[in-house]
């Protein structure tokens, strides 16, 4: 077990044990990812994995199994996901304090080390 990159709040936590149960795929971890792409250069990604990678960093919260890519371990450190419900619904908020720009969308950013692949909006 290695220190959390990614922190899950319980809110969160909750809602992706939900979604593992409703999925009909092996749920057994969370996968936190960082992929080139948006309008700032750099995306967000949340998925499903049924076994860990040779690179991947694990840690533990809420019942949660959680990896992270080693390589997206400095521009994911720190960062806080949350699920938020209102009248209109619910979703998962991403605060991540290495984010320096992001875009009006909220799920593209780039960092100060990293400026990703920006796409055309």
Avoid: W
């Amino acid at each position: 077990m290695t220190e959390d990159i990614v922190i899950l709040t319980e809110a969160a936590a909750l809602q992706i044990k939900e979604m593992m149960k409703e999925s009909e795929e092996d749920t057994t971890y969370l996968r936190v990812a960082v992929r080139g792409g948006g309008c700032s250069g750099l995306s967000y990604g949340m998925g499903f994995a049924a076994e860990q990678e040779e690179n991947d960093l694990f840690s533990e919260q809420h019942g949660i199994q959680l990896i992270v890519d080693q390589n997206d371990s400095a521009i994911l450190k720190g960062t806080k996901i949350d699920y938020k419900q209102s009248m209109m619904g619910g979703g998962f908020t991403i605060d991540n304090p290495n984010a320096i720009a992001s875009c009006g969308c909220g799920s593209s950013f780039k960092t100060a080390t990293n400026a990703g692949t920006p796409e055309e909006c």
